[in-house]
């Protein structure tokens, strides 16, 4: 039984794609058939992060038209066999697509994968609508920010009136040096507003700026944040993770500073 | 500020809970700022009826209340109306 997920988030620029590109990664590295489908048209940029930006040929929307076949569009992880990306269309419209023509597409690859990850645009618009239409269940991301939690629960509420069967919580970019101050909202706090489920907690972590510039997803590399990935990538598949405490990896260096500070 | 307000002092953290804790309750209600302003308006011209008020300084937003029927809270209306002067009787009509 394969299972559609879309990863969405309201607001832009809370990392939505690189939370797709990491749990994409994840569950192929746990040996899952997975396919990332980046359903922002007109930006995107899934495709860049993964490092796959030079293998475009056909996309989402040649897809769609008929212009090619499925398979033709799909790309190749560079590392993992069964890691596949369906780029979006650089120079169209959202309109170029409609919500039952991508559930007829996710209906085709269930066929074939196990997870089928839906990267959604930032926005309640006509992507948005694109994206949650085939969808089995929600990832919404969000930062420990007053205007993108506010967002996120407008889309938690619109979910739910799409009937979303199950929806669960990813707190992205936690600074515990500023949770620790009082100066930013914990994730319990977080929890507590949305009244979502929550199945991830990822610190803001400078490791995901170099792995992006790099186009190399670090989900299971040492970082905390990569350990935070691969934890989120097992309770999707149903396993029971203990949360990482996040402060505990503290370098002796920013401990020392700490000290100093006070 | 007195000497308690320095120990008391909300760090950041907190007023972005709890500003939001509010802004969502309305925004769940989906309640417009419009509506808000008209059922304001329509308060002052019931309670004017009866007492003098003071209409600038009326603050009227949605909040949460704890319910009785179901151990929980739901969204309440609030609004504080100042009263400038009581003597102005209700009128037997």
């Known amino acids: ?262 | 500020m007195g000497l308690m307000d320095l120990f008391k002092k909300k760090n950041s953290g907190n007023v972005a809970k709890d500003r939001l804790k509010l802004l969502l309750v309305s925004d769940r209600a989906n309640c417009s700022p419009e509506m808000m302003e008209m059922i304001k308006n329509d308060i002052i011209q019931v309670i004017s009826k009866y007492m003098d008020i003071d209409a600038d300084a009326l603050d009227v937003k949605i909040t949460e209340t704890e319910s009785d029927a179901n151990n929980g809270t739901v969204p309440a209306l609030f609004a504080n109306i100042p009263i400038k002067d009581m003597k102005h009787q209700p009128k037997d009509n």
């Open chain 1, 1 to 262: 039984m394969s299972e559609v997920i879309v990863i969405t988030s309201g607001k832009g620029g809370v990392g939505k794609t690189t939370t797709t590109a990491n749990v994409g990664t994840g569950l192929a590295q746990l040996n899952k058939k997975v396919v990332m489908i980046d359903t922002d048209i007109g930006l995107r940029n899934l495709d860049v992060v993964m490092g796959l930006e030079n293998r475009i040929v056909y996309n989402l929307v040649d897809v769609i038209e008929g212009k090619c076949r499925l398979k033709q569009a799909l790309i190749k992880d560079k590392k993992y066999q069964d890691l596949c990306l369906l780029p979006s269309a650089q120079t169209r419209d959202k309109d170029a697509v409609t919500p039952e023509q991508m559930v007829e597409l996710i209906n085709e690859l269930r066929e074939e994968f196990d997870y089928i990850l839906l990267d959604c645009p930032a926005g309640i618009e006509q992507g948005f609508k694109n994206a949650i239409a085939g969808a089995d269940r929600a990832l919404v991301v969000t930062t420990p920010e007053v205007s993108a939690i506010r967002d996120a629960d407008r889309i938690v509420g619109l979910l739910e009136a799409n009937e979303m069967k199950r929806i669960d919580l990813v707190v992205n970019r936690l600074r515990m040096d500023m949770v620790k101050r009082g100066d930013m909202m914990n994730v319990n706090d977080v929890c507590d507003i949305l009244a979502v489920n929550l199945i991830g907690a990822v610190p803001d972590d400078e490791q995901i700026v170099v792995s992006t510039n790099q186009g190399e997803p670090l989900v299971g590399s040492n970082c905390l944040a990569g350990q935070a990935y691969a934890n989120i990538c097992r309770r999707i598949m149903g396993e029971e993770v203990p949360f990482l405490n996040l402060e505990e990896k503290q370098g002796v260096f920013s401990k020392l500073k700490e000290m100093f500070k006070k």
